[in-house]
């Protein structure tokens, strides 16, 4: 799995370890939720302030 962060629109580069752990974290609690494809392609989330 391959995480892209963006912060304002500019890329933040991330070392293996944050990838591998965003990328766990936010699959799993995806794939928790009722419903959702466990064969999914890209999950999208945006977060404003």
Known sequence: MDVQLL???EEI???EFVN???AGMISGA???LR???KD???ILIEVSK
């Open 35 to 37: 419903d959702i494809n």
């Open 13 to 15: 580069s991330l070392n």
């Open 20 to 22: 591998r752990i965003l």
């Open 30 to 32: 995806v794939i928790s």
């Open 7 to 9: 912060v304002d629109g």
């Open 40 to 42: 999914w392609k890209k």
